[in-house]
């Protein structure tokens, strides 16, 4: 638990009502540092989102504020003009004392507030259809609320983030260097990500020779970055927005079947229980495309299968890579835990490129 002298830092740098209660760790980002604030008001409780950005992971805290009260500002705008609730269906910031959407530490940390939304869950996993199906709709629905934001003005907060023929690159210099002398115990992996060196290619150059129209994405829409209302079902709010920025539609496609899709955790231990459910495929699929509401072209929603494999791929090469350089990226939890997480991701890129062929067959029925 973070020191309190430094938690009483930053709750004092913002206007918070009432009596501050408690502070507790929350959730399972694999990023930033997320706590729960709990404040006693006249009024009653009112809870809030604290979070500490990661300071080796963006670079630019300044630059990617910037994008998240760009990104929240826009959404508000349209959800009240849709006659919705700014402030349950999108993140809203808290302004500091400062007047600014942010507060440095004296030690240099950045640290943000949201409110805390309430009555709506975040899972791990698929529960029941449903819940997958609105998540579907609610990225595909995120995706066009965002088609006429100026995307000029959004900062690249992680350079080439889904830039696979870059990770299978940096990758490579992992295993070269090999800094831990833990590339020996994974040749299997190493070899396994090496034999499918081409398809990290696939979806980058179609866009780059421009067969792939770039859009505003989310480009890190697992389950868990979403969060479902516990009455309705329905998806009620997209979060994790710090790294919005222009993508394939294809990847955000991709990162949520790859997370959600699959019959077993990400960091899963026992591989048998590790495949693709093309049942949940196939609703991801159809809520996606109608969420997207026509937006996408023929060969986007042709390019929807080879986005999930990759998208596994790249998370595979990703984890790896931090296993092999020390797991300075991911928070880990337990010795391995990276390594765990590739292997899940693997056994998951095997077991799609077997039925490409159904999943092509599913996406037909949505064209
Ligand atoms: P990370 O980048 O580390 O994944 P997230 O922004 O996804 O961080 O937040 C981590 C977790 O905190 C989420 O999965 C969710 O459970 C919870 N969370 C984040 N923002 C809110 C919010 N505004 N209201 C309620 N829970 C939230
Ligand atoms: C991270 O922040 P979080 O936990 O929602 C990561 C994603 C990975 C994912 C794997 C900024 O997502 O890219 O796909 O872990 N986010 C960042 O679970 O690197
Ligand atoms: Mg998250």
């Not at 709010?237 to 920025?245: G, H, K």
């Not at 986005?307 to 990703?318: D, H, K, S, W």
Request: include cysteine; proline fraction near 3%; charge should be negative.
């Amino acid at each position: 638990m973070e020191n309190s002298n430094k938690i009483s830092e930053v709750t004092e740098a913002f206007n918070l009502p009432g009596e501050l209660k408690e502070c507790i760790p929350y959730g399972n980002g694999h990023i930033n540092d997320t706590y729960r604030l709990t404040c006693e008001t006249p009024e009653g409780i009112r809870r809030y989102i604290l979070q500490r950005m990661s300071r080796r992971i963006f670079k630019n805290p300044q630059e990617l504020m910037e994008n998240v009260s760009g990104v929240t500002s826009w959404l508000r705008k349209k959800i009240i003009e849709n006659g919705g609730d700014p402030e349950r269906e999108t993140l809203t910031l808290l302004n500091s004392r400062e007047n600014l959407p942010y507060f440095v530490d004296s030690t240099g940390d950045y640290w943000r507030i949201y409110l805390f939304i309430e009555g709506a869950t975040c899972y791990e996993q698929v529960k029941d259809d449903n819940d997958f199906y609105q998540s579907a709709v609610a990225f595909g629905h995120f995706q066009r609320l965002l088609a006429d934001y100026p995307a000029e003005t959004l900062h690249e907060t992680i350079k080439d983030f889904h830039n696979t023929p870059d990770r299978l690159k940096k990758f490579k210099k992992a295993v070269a260097e090999d800094v831990c002398g833990r590339a020996a115990a994974v040749q299997d992996e190493i070899n396994f990500i090496l034999e499918r060196e081409e398809l990290t290619r696939v979806l980058y150059d179609m866009q780059k020779d421009g067969r792939l129209p770039l859009r505003v994405t989310h480009n890190d829409t697992k389950l868990n970055n979403i969060m479902i209302d516990d009455k309705t079902g329905k998806a009620v709010c997209v979060i994790d927005l710090d790294t919005v920025m222009p993508g394939l539609a294809a990847n955000d496609f991709g990162d949520s079947i790859r997370f959600g899709a699959s019959t077993a955790l990400e960091d899963e231990r026992d591989l048998s229980k590790v495949s693709c459910n093309l049942h949940l495929f196939d609703v991801y699929a159809k809520g996606f495309i109608e969420g997207c509401g026509g937006a996408l072209t023929e060969l986007e929603i042709e390019t929807l299968p080879l986005g999930a494999i990759l998208m596994t791929f790249e998370n595979g090469i990703r984890f790896l890579t931090d296993h092999l350089e020390g797991d300075h990226y991911f928070k880990i939890h337990r010795e391995g835990h990276n390594l765990d997480r590739c292997r899940t991701q693997l056994t998951l890129v095997k077991d799609m490129q077997e039925k490409l062929p159904q999943m092509n067959e599913i996406i037909k029925k949505y064209k």
